[in-house]
């Protein structure tokens, strides 16, 4: 992906269920404990079924359905869904994503952890979304940051993309970013590109933090990938994207908002990356309703 | 704890190390990815030492510091660790959490599991703190509810614990909490906590969730540990704490937020349940300098 | 349940299968090494069938069922099994529990498997079982304790269920079980009682270990939720019972056989804790019968 | 070991903590569930400390002492162990087999895993050494057999070597054992021992099951390393031995107890297999007591 | 297996599923990464489907087939497989080993893990196929070593199956392997043998290393099961076998390769065992087309 | 990494231990199955201790040390090692890569693992060093290819650089390279690259595969970031290297021997891609001797 040819076409492929059937897996079995749910299997007879929908309460877009439905058929193999609002969907209030079937007990049971993962996951993808609306019409793309929870990186990435956002880096391995703290002790920017360029693979993109004009004035010398521009006024972010001039992608960070995004994305910049889509995730109101 | 016995001194102990570990060195892998740190090993050389502080920027309550200082440690035991702030303290923007001595390489290579633990563990419990202190002076109690991230259960209960609230369930398993579909699968509230009662270990409390007074009184006669009075105003909190009279734990749930606790916590329940701790947390704002 | 609610007609809920399977898979691994089962594969062509039955030899009650089935379908699913007699059945010897038909491989692979968990575990439920017996007519239930095998508590505590035996607490975390050491530390039972108040969650019960009578009537001062009467044999139980009074359940233990269990019964308290249910079991006979 | 060769003068080396560890970990992960030693946790002060020491009540072998110092270690490091009587050692009632002393939250923690594990093994390591006593001065051996509890097989199997009995297979993969229902499918025994020779490795020895003298005979000619006299009473078993005249080593099984198990001996056989030491164990007594 | 049975008829039994899944299951992982197959995702639609085939490209032995295809299973259990030329089957340049069908995106991810496992297990399978052939018409078998791959032993092994070898040791639990260093520890060959002896169960084997014919002789004494004869030339070890006389099976080991293998089998020795079978694999050149 | 900027100056650094821990550990417990190493056990005494040193039998490049070493401190934390020779060193028949000293036990039970580790990957550095030397002098780097082990892609990769060479990509979703595959079913080459542009974050290369010079021209009208030449000669290479002139790293693959590599990189690519280095290793002769 060049400067020139970043689109908002991006299409959104299901992770694999090897992917995330161990995570669902172990929420569920960090909910059942060591006796299992016993309100449930003391109240609710084993031959009793239900039916039930999960209904969102507030407008906002899906992501992390195939999580949810899969607490449900990990804890019992009869319960049968139907998919009414996938992921990357648009809801609004009182609107099913999907209806479920079966044994009541499974249904009581997997409830929670359902509902943990669809309304976390589906936060992440509402938050992006008003963002990335935000700043429609710009040739700003909206990233996620590696500020995520333990073992949810993959799925919370997803939920990114599910709410029209794109993926930075996944790790600390499959990208080079370099930032103050390594120049620092390389002495300077060109000795950091420099080492990092001799020692990694010809498939890693290189990406450096600037915090000043100068900087950046040094770096486009070097041939990096991608400039960090960290903490800039939108018109300083102006004068750099017109210092670089299309030969890097430019990518401003530090605390932008909804509020804040149409104005530094009017800077010209190609990527806005918010951390807060995974650091602080307000999770979207949905409920599981038992309909007749 | 009955009602005439929730005191505010809640006493806040270490988590095992064996119950941190697993959740840290899971987290740290999932970031090193199949190549580590490329960005850091291309840079950095080994032998670089270096001085780091946690700092916080916003004022809050520190959480999770064990866990964040783990991921040092595991990455290289080489790094020395100083606590100035440990878990529960309230800190102000500048103030210094912990530092942190040792090989550059490690110092880097750690610091986003670090933070990213620390950040939200802190976020919990400063929100958690805000309430609590919004209802400073009346009997009642803050607790969380089973609305978490997979895996971090343990943690982020521990982090309300620090912001000085208390914890609900842990899991399906530790308690009984009846709520509206069990009631109605049983046929009646008295058939429900019946079939509870006969089920359960002697150890085990019996919670059931009450939309009406008249719910209430049926209650009452069945001798319940606790009710949980959901989406109830404070007149008729009131009334239905009146009503209880001292003969189980009432709690009251449903968007309570620092806002509109105090009112609620005026009607005299003992707990205000705040699902919104762990579901929806705003990291608290670390960094982590490098002094020098 | 409270000392007035406390009745026989528990009921016996099927563990989840998500919770038994690790359980089962990690045994079957354990037995075929790194070769698999060596004779089966040489000597049994791999087109050959069976039809095979576990049959009790001697009186007994099932239990475990589900873990034994599961052996067999997780070697081969092809393997097709018909309950007989499920868990908390009394079997009479001779008696089929269930029979199994399909590749004669598979059901060689995972007999002795299954048989272990199927012959221990119903080990456990007949040897709670004797006791429940002999206790009926009184108030009393037997419950059982922590004293388990590395990650059989699940099983084993379902395998008491399934011989009409209640549970003790789950592990360390469900409930407060106050000991002498507990005592010692804290200078004083009221001290420990206190401490534990403040401490736990709403949900949380507190049991209180007492070896004197002084220690009792302090306890009842305390409002504490049950009491454990240590080693006191029956005389002094039926004090103890008359001087709590039904202000909290009264729970005996300390070496309680089906031979001593009705004399302590007859004391009128609430609950038998018996560990040897759990740390010292004789399997129940079962075979597997190949049928024709 | 062919027939000539038995000795009674078994070492017993430790099993590498490599081996043990994962089994501990998982027991005290299993008692701590989400929220830890809530007890301990409210009542002991973080700076307590304690001396404690892990006392025989009854007469008994030591087996496990590895595992249960170990419960202490990962709970708390800062514990220090001292051993008396290890692994293989006899114990009188009042013997104390090692001492602790430490942080005594980690000692009251840790105390419940770690005596489930010593009285368990040490039980077995006891009625071993009770049936190796009983047929002292005869060629017997006595062995255990795969009826282990999941997870437990290397552990359970050490325990019988540290009772001075010695192992049968330790799973499906390192020896052939053919029983009737192989021979069954096979056709005839000679078949099924062709085939096993035929599939199987040159350091992989052949047991036959016979329950018959023809058998055995049938075997003798075929060249087995053992044969498993099952459920034959010393008069039969001495003809056997007879027959086989130590061109293979000789088992008896079959619910061989401490009172049968001379009888059985004196008739000649190499070994005696006995499934009751791990199928169903009787807990040593073994307890924790504070020293001052 | 005695000097005067060993056959070349080994059976070749598949491993079952519940051994190879894991293996499986994560080398799928380690390819996924945190994203996914990136590549197909974004290029290749959900609803296309392809029909592709397992082809060698060169002639060899087929090993690991079950596990490739099991890679496509996991990935999407939508993938239909047939199997032409199963595990054992010898194919030649152009020869389909098996097809499958079904959504491309699956058949694109899964290829790699699935080429990887059958490349390598083929490629272990036609090495050890050449040595055997080379060897025909002799007393010896072809056997491995334990210089396998981590986590890859039972399949390694397998392969050598496939390939018409046998088995060595499986690990260094399941066979006594006496070698100089053990032997220079004890003191003398009878002592190691002796200690070997009293300290292991009745159904392991004992082989010991010798390097010279006076140890040799001395060994035949002390009645091993089997000796090793490191990196003698075929002069000497027919005179060793002569020495043996039957009384052992007789192992040579050192750098065979199928050129130095027929003569080394003539000197009449009962096995040959190669560690380069599994520590020096020249990967099956297999590939995956696509047909129409 | 651009055409003009690879460098030989790749720096080494250690992978960190907790990525390699797990690896090394589940080989030991593979290797000690259900009973530990027996032979060990029974022969060599505890108190025995010994001084070892990995020797290098023929002349390679050492990569794996770190693992190496690893399995035999975590046999027994007492082993004491001494590194003379570490990854990436070249060294000769005879020479020392480093000298272990400790309880003898340990040094003989982890004794396999460790070589398997050890030679395995200094096999994988010792052929990439041969390639890498084969073209010094032009622009060409050697990489790997995702043609690994289970498992164990981290540190063959790292092998790979111990050895001089580079690497390709470590997963399916670290970067994007479209196959002919990929390509057919987006029905053209633009295509494919334009869907991937739009699904693909701001951090990752696109290299696209391609045979034919017209498909390259086509590729240069897209921007990729690298073209894969699959199976070209050295004159269609040049030709394709002119045709690119500078617009996208050239990547030369197929059956790439150290033979033809000269001619290969003589042609003027920037990369040489080599399955074999990890897909075929012969792994490197290192031996354990005991010093006195």
Known sequence: MDAATVTAETALAALPRL????????????DLGRAGDITTDAIV???????????????????????????????????????????GARVGPGETIATLAGPARGLLTAERT???????????????????????????HVVCTRKTMPGMRALQKHAVRAGGGSNHR????????????????????????????AHCGHLVKIELEVDTLAQLREAMELGVDAVLLDNMGPAMLAEAVALVAGRALTEASGGITAETAPAIAAAGVDLLSVGALTHSVKALDIGLDHVS
């Open 45 to 87: 007879p084993a031959s009793a079924r239900a039916r039930v929908a999960l209904v969102a309460r507030k407008p906002g877009v899906v992501a992390g359905l195939d999580a949810a439905l899969l607490a449900f058929e990990l804890i019992d193999s009869a319960i049968e869904t139907n998919v009414l609002r996938g992921d």
């Open 19 to 30: 992917m995330i059937e161990p995570i669902v897996r172990a929420a569920l079995l960090e």
């Open 170 to 197: 996944f790790g600390l391995d499959d990208a080079v970013l370099i930032k103050d703290n390594h120049v620092a002790i390389a002495g300077s920017v060109a000795q950091a590109v420099r080492r990092a360029r």
């Open 114 to 140: 359902a509902l943990n993962l669809l309304c976390h996951l589906s936060g992440i993808a509402t938050a992006t979304a008003a963002i990335v609306d935000s700043v429609r019409g710009t040739r700003a």
